[in-house]
């Protein structure tokens, strides 16, 4: 009998915990990951925000205007640069997805040399608070000039201050990560379009040009190759890689292809119904910029395959 009796206290006892273990494992998977996104409402931003929301996180977005946000963001008031408190201000994120940089399409403005020490001071700010998970904004300009893929290893000379403040940035905030015990990814974008009313690249100069009734827009050879990426799916892509901790370290968010630049363009005017012609020629192409350059999409494709 008193065998009979142990016996089945053990059993109990083993399906309580299991039980207890079971429970606090689904706890854990449900609790909704809190995600900081800076320069929340800024072209690549915002979308980045919808394909959070998407996801199902909870998400703060901080910048310093919301007019058309999704109502969903909570949103940060605070200033995220000179803050001593901007870690608890903007919510005890879990991930924090650094994307607020000025005169981004300037890429010569002195602001991306005087606002490095700022941004330096928000991600240091944030790792003491206690983030766990950094992601900051790089680009294909922080790399300069190169013929080929560019991967994780591909060396950087960058060429001007809008690189070489990216450049100095990547350095810095890997520092930071591993001081604090943080995953550190770097997100590096390339050749972005879409949303072609609020974007600045050539895609939206040609956009706003055939709004405009022109015939005809001055344009290069077209020759030289590009990854090109729209920002929907440039979106998905970052938005993926913050709900992982796997794969880290600089990520080339990017479509992996090169295409000449004239057969994108020609592309997307057809796919746009636009009656503007594109004067090839009008334009020498720069001696600065490659034949051809794109990303290497091995780490985010692993992503995107989850």
């Given at each position: 009998?008193?065998?009979?009796?142990?016996?089945?206290?053990?059993?109990?006892?083993?399906?309580?915990?299991?039980?207890?273990?079971?429970?606090?494992?689904?706890?854990?998977?449900?609790?909704?990951?809190?995600?900081?996104?800076?320069?929340?409402?800024?072209?690549?931003?915002?979308?980045?925000?919808?394909?959070?929301?998407?996801?199902?996180?909870?998400?703060?977005?901080?910048?310093?205007?919301?007019?058309?946000?999704?109502?969903?963001?909570?949103?940060?008031?605070?200033?995220?640069?000179?803050?001593?408190?901007?870690?608890?201000?903007?919510?005890?994120?879990?991930?924090?997805?650094?994307?607020?940089?000025?005169?981004g399409f300037v890429h010569n403005?002195?602001?991306?040399?005087?606002?490095?020490?700022?941004?330096?001071?928000?991600?240091?700010?944030?790792?003491?608070?206690?983030?766990?998970?950094?992601?900051?904004?790089?680009?294909?300009?922080?790399?300069?000039?190169?013929?080929?893929?560019?991967?994780?290893?591909?060396?950087?000379?960058?060429?001007?201050?809008?690189?070489?403040?990216?450049?100095?940035?990547r350095d810095i905030s890997k520092?930071?990560?591993?001081?604090?015990?943080?995953?550190?990814?770097?997100?590096?974008?390339?050749?972005?379009?879409?949303?072609?009313?609020?974007?600045?690249?050539?895609?939206?100069?040609?956009?706003?040009?055939?709004?405009?009734?022109?015939?005809?827009?001055?344009?290069?050879?077209?020759?030289?190759?590009?990854?090109?990426?729209?920002?929907?799916?440039?979106?998905?892509?970052?938005?993926?890689?913050?709900?992982?901790?796997?794969?880290?370290?600089?990520?080339?968010?990017?479509?992996?292809?090169?295409?000449?630049?004239?057969?994108?363009?020609?592309?997307?005017?057809?796919?746009?119904?636009?009656?503007?012609?594109?004067?090839?020629?009008?334009?020498?192409?720069r001696p600065y910029d490659s034949?051809?350059?794109?990303?290497?999409?091995?780490?985010?494709?692993?992503?995107?395959?989850?």
């Open positions: 009998m008193l065998q009979n009796e142990i016996y089945k206290y053990i059993i109990v006892m083993f399906y309580r915990d299991l039980y207890s273990i079971t429970n606090t494992d689904s706890k854990l998977k449900d609790k909704t990951m809190k995600v900081l996104v800076t320069g929340a409402n800024g072209y690549i931003g915002k979308h980045v925000v919808e394909a959070l929301l998407n996801k199902g996180c909870d998400v703060y977005a901080a910048d310093v205007r919301f007019e058309g946000m999704d109502e969903r963001v909570n949103k940060v008031t605070a200033p995220i640069f000179d803050n001593p408190n901007i870690f608890e201000e903007s919510g005890c994120p879990d991930v924090c997805i650094h994307m607020a940089w000025r005169d403005s002195e602001a991306h040399i005087v606002d490095l020490t700022k941004h330096y001071a928000f991600i240091k700010k944030m790792l003491e608070g206690g983030l766990k998970q950094i992601i900051t904004m790089g680009s294909m300009h922080e790399v300069g000039y190169w013929e080929g893929a560019i991967d994780e290893n591909t060396p950087t000379h960058p060429s001007s201050y809008y690189g070489i403040a990216n450049n100095a940035l520092l930071l990560a591993d001081a604090n015990g943080a995953c550190w990814q770097w997100v590096r974008a390339y050749y972005i379009y879409g949303d072609d009313l609020r974007g600045s690249s050539i895609f939206s100069k040609i956009a706003k040009a055939d709004a405009e009734g022109k015939k005809t827009f001055p344009f290069t050879t077209g020759k030289n190759k590009y990854d090109f990426i729209t920002v929907d799916r440039l979106a998905d892509q970052i938005a993926a890689v913050a709900c992982q901790k796997e794969i880290d370290g600089i990520i080339n968010c990017c479509s992996g292809k090169p295409v000449a630049l004239g057969e994108e363009i020609e592309g997307f005017i057809k796919k746009k119904g636009y009656s503007i012609k594109l004067e090839y020629g009008a334009f020498p192409d034949p051809a350059v794109w990303g290497d999409a091995t780490k985010i494709n692993k992503i995107m395959s989850k």
